[in-house]
């Protein structure tokens, strides 16, 4: 396994446009986290799913962003109708998930967003 | 709420030199703490984890103690190199429990910039 990967490693986009980023978890991790992080900033929880169900939203996820996850497996991250205050790096972290204990997160290497 | 707070960077130091940097958290609970670093251009990885109080997490050189009594989980290595050069996040988790979400709360971050 090579671990967490996202798809693309950079996007520039106008204003007002729709970009969407993809992330592959580790195979046989069920849990799959988005973050954003800011320039100066840690990483802020953005949304989470375990297998195909996303189970919180944070309220930093405005209704232009849309997460989906349809399979269990890979995921996508929508923004429609991008703004300037989008641009960050969009992280991705997968975990496993048995009865009662998480491993910790291994995350992928981030897609970074421009939005000119 | 959770919360963890770190030292504000950037860190300058020279080579060889002795590297500390504060985390303080705020957690209900007993949360699992790491330490994460990201290098230039990367994602982030996990430098070091501690799960319960008075455990030492160690890698590479790094080292930090899970204190209770002061909520603290100071990273400490005796002698950094250039290479150590990154941004290190410290972070907490709830990890165990049957309805923890598994998802990271982080700092903001420190700047660690080693001269040769």
């Known amino acids: 396994d090579t671990g967490v990967s996202q798809d693309p490693r950079h996007k520039i986009t106008k204003r007002g446009q729709n970009v969407t980023f993809r992330c592959d978890p580790i195979s046989e991790h069920n849990r799959l986290y988005w973050y954003r992080q800011t320039l100066g900033q840690g990483p802020e929880f953005l949304t989470y799913f375990q297998n195909e169900a996303q189970l919180e939203k944070s309220r930093l996820l405005s209704d232009r962003f849309s997460a989906e996850r349809p399979k269990g497996s890979f995921s996508t991250l929508e923004i429609q109708r991008t703004e300037q205050g989008d641009s960050a790096m969009y992280l991705c972290a997968s975990s496993q998930r048995d009865s009662y204990m998480n491993t910790e997160a291994f995350f992928g290497q981030g897609t970074r967003l421009t939005v000119v | ?116």
């Open chain 2, 1 to 116: 709420g959770n919360s963890v707070t770190q030292m504000e960077g950037p860190v300058t130091l020279s080579e060889e030199a002795f590297l500390t940097i504060n985390c303080t958290y705020t957690a209900t609970g007993y949360p699992s703490l790491f330490w994460y670093v990201q290098y230039p251009g990367e994602g982030l990885q996990l430098l070091l984890k501690a799960t319960k109080a008075d455990d030492k997490g160690s890698n590479k050189g790094f080292e930090a103690t899970y204190r209770k009594e002061t909520t603290s989980f100071h990273l400490e290595k005796g002698s950094v190199q250039v290479s150590d050069s990154a941004v290190y996040f410290c972070a907490l988790i709830k990890l165990a429990g049957s309805s923890n979400t598994g998802k990271l709360i982080f700092g903001q971050g420190t700047t660690l910039q080693v001269k040769p």
